[in-house]
């Protein structure tokens, strides 16, 4: 669906207008295709993505998110998106770290080519205290999609991590030339100018 492709591409900007404006598209999909497991998987993402950004009361979002991935998984048990959103609310918001890896294994046997997933494997293993292993990661993701500004923001964070302050701001700028509005890659460029 149309509309689904369009959600899946402005939800890569990462502002709080593309999350907003990827809800609205995964919603005008479901209203055509209410059992359409993608478009709740990305309903999902796009969820969790606003209480990430506290552009929506955290309890609300990921309650939401969860929702939405259950949803998918209800209508298409092998949807390897809903798994790997799953994962990141284990992640993220339960903090459950086993259960986010029980399920990140998952969405990766289904879909060992969902970069998304790799890269939510990257901050399971950056939470493991693994910053090289969240680096190697985020590299395998950015040599397959050196475009993708998420992937470009969210390596740079790893490199931050495993102390490479310059690699994490050339990754940091570049995801800004591909995604102006994001605002973290921006915060992070300071903190990295601050640890140099």
Do not use: C
């Not at 998987?41 to 969820?47: D, H």
């Not at 690699?167 to 973290?184: C, H, M, Q």
Request: glycine fraction near 8%; aromatic fraction near 8%.
């Amino acid at each position: 669906y149309v509309p689904t492709l369009q959600a899946r591409q402005v939800l890569r900007q990462g502002t709080a207008e593309a999350f907003a404006q990827s809800i609205d598209l995964y919603q005008q999909t479901l209203v055509i295709a209410p059992d359409y497991a993608a478009a709740w998987a990305g309903l999902a993402e796009s969820y969790s993505r606003q209480a990430d950004k506290a552009l929506r009361p955290i309890d609300e979002g990921y309650t939401l998110a969860r929702a939405a991935a259950d949803k998918a998984l209800a209508i298409d048990p092998g949807n390897a998106v809903a798994h790997s959103m799953l994962g990141w609310i284990a992640m993220a918001y339960d903090g459950d770290l086993a259960a986010a890896a029980r399920h990140l294994e998952r969405a990766l046997q289904l879909d060992p080519a969902n970069l998304d997933t790799f890269l939510n494997a990257a901050d399971l293993t950056l939470n493991l205290g693994r910053a090289d292993e969240a680096v190697t990661l985020g590299e395998y993701v950015v040599s397959r999609d050196p475009v993708n500004a998420l992937g470009q923001y969210r390596l740079g964070l790893d490199y931050l991590w495993a102390g490479r302050s310059d690699e994490a701001i050339a990754s940091l700028r570049t995801s800004l030339s591909l995604s102006p509005g994001r605002i973290g890659a921006q915060s992070a460029i300071g903190d990295a100018l601050l640890r140099q």
